[in-house]
């Protein structure tokens, strides 16, 4: 209950996602949101497992499969199950990390044919942080370029909706 009341009150600030399927295939995605919390906030809850498991919608498993000795750079496996007779899918990337400011990433193996992209987190005056994702995405299976687009959209928006939530309320989250 507590959750849904500050998620209610955390989305007063809008979330803008654009979703622009190619004829390739790869979808490209440009989101942003403003979330009131410094950027090193921010920053541990993008980089932590456990968290993701509670901010990507039907992610399963996050696993951290090799990591750098200077700690600015890891490869990371999700798996998600989407439901239905989606199959069970794993996503495997290498993440740069620039703290507390930037991650890239990009695929290394899995089901997708194409996955790289970049959050970046610029902090403003007062204490907020402005938190942007670009990725371009290439699903290895045949779905119509729509369906594809708006369960993006949904889950890109989920995304951003919980981490703004998670950021700002760590105390109240479960």
Not at 8 to 19: D, F, G, W
Not at 36 to 44: E, F, G, L, R
Not at 57 to 72: F, M, N, W, Y
Not at 83 to 91: A, D, H, K, R
Request: glycine residues 8%; proline residues 6%.
């Amino acid at each position: 209950m507590l959750a849904l009341a500050l998620m209610s009150t955390a989305l007063l600030t809008p979330i803008e996602v654009t979703v622009r399927p190619g004829d390739d295939g790869v979808t490209s995605v440009t989101a942003s949101v403003v979330i009131d919390a410094p950027a090193t906030m921010i920053w541990s809850v993008m980089t932590d497992c456990k968290a993701a498991l509670k901010t990507v919608p039907h992610l399963k498993e996050c696993v951290i499969t090799e990591q750098s000795a200077d700690g600015r750079s890891d490869v990371r496996r999700h798996g998600i199950r989407y439901g239905g007779i989606l199959p069970y899918t794993v996503n495997e990337f290498r993440s740069y990390y620039i703290f507390p400011s930037t991650i890239t990433f990009e695929r290394t193996g899995g089901d997708l044919k194409v996955m790289e992209g970049e959050w970046s987190l610029q902090a403003l005056p007062g204490g907020e942080t402005v938190v942007t994702y670009r990725v371009h995405l290439g699903l290895g299976v045949p779905v119509p370029r729509i369906l594809i687009a708006r369960a993006i959209k949904r889950d890109t928006r989920l995304i951003l909706e919980r981490l703004k939530v998670m950021a700002e309320h760590p105390e109240g989250v479960v």
